[in-house]
Nanobody, 123 residues
Framework: QVQLVESGGGLVQAGGSLKLSCAAS??????MGWFRQAPGKDREFVAD????????YANSVKGRFTISRDNAKNTTVYLQMNSLKPEDTAVYYC??????????????????WGQGTQVSVSS
C-alpha cells in the first residue's frame, strides 16, 4: 500500500511560479505522475517521471512545468510550475503509475491517488 500527500498549492498571479511536492510512503512504482482537475472538467494528465528521471509532459505544460523526483528513503515527487496561466487553475493530484511506459497517461494507468492540492492562478 502507498500513501501520497501533496503540498505546495496556493494562489498566485499569472506569470508566477509554484512548486508542488508529493511525499510518498510505502511501495512506490517506477512511474509517478501529476494530474489536475478543473471545476466541471475531467481529470487530465500533466506530467510523469520514471525512476531514472525520464519525463513526459502534456503539451499544455511543456516548457513551463518541470517534474522531478528524489528517490531517497521515501520517494518525493516535485512539480515546478513556471509562467502560470489562469487556465492552470485546478486541483493537482499525485498518483502512482501501474504501467511501464511514460506515455501511458490515462488516469486508469495510475492508482493510489493523493488527496490533491489546490492551485489558483489569477489574471
Amino acid at each position: 500500500q502507498v500513501q501520497l500527500v501533496e503540498s505546495g498549492g496556493g494562489l498566485v498571479q499569472a506569470g508566477g511560479s509554484l512548486k508542488l511536492s508529493c511525499a510518498a510512503s510505502g511501495r512506490t512504482f517506477s512511474i509517478m505522475g501529476w494530474f489536475r482537475q478543473a471545476p466541471g472538467k475531467d481529470r487530465e494528465f500533466v506530467a510523469d517521471i520514471s525512476w531514472s528521471g525520464g519525463a513526459y509532459y502534456a503539451n499544455s505544460v511543456k516548457g513551463r512545468f518541470t517534474i522531478s523526483r528524489d528517490n531517497a528513503k521515501n520517494t518525493t515527487v516535485y512539480l515546478q510550475m513556471n509562467s502560470l496561466k489562469p487556465e492552470d487553475t485546478a486541483v493537482y493530484y499525485c498518483a502512482r503509475g501501474k504501467r511501464t511506459l511514460l506515455t501511458n497517461t490515462a488516469s486508469t494507468d495510475f492508482d493510489s491517488w493523493g488527496q490533491g492540492t489546490q492551485v489558483s492562478v489569477s489574471s
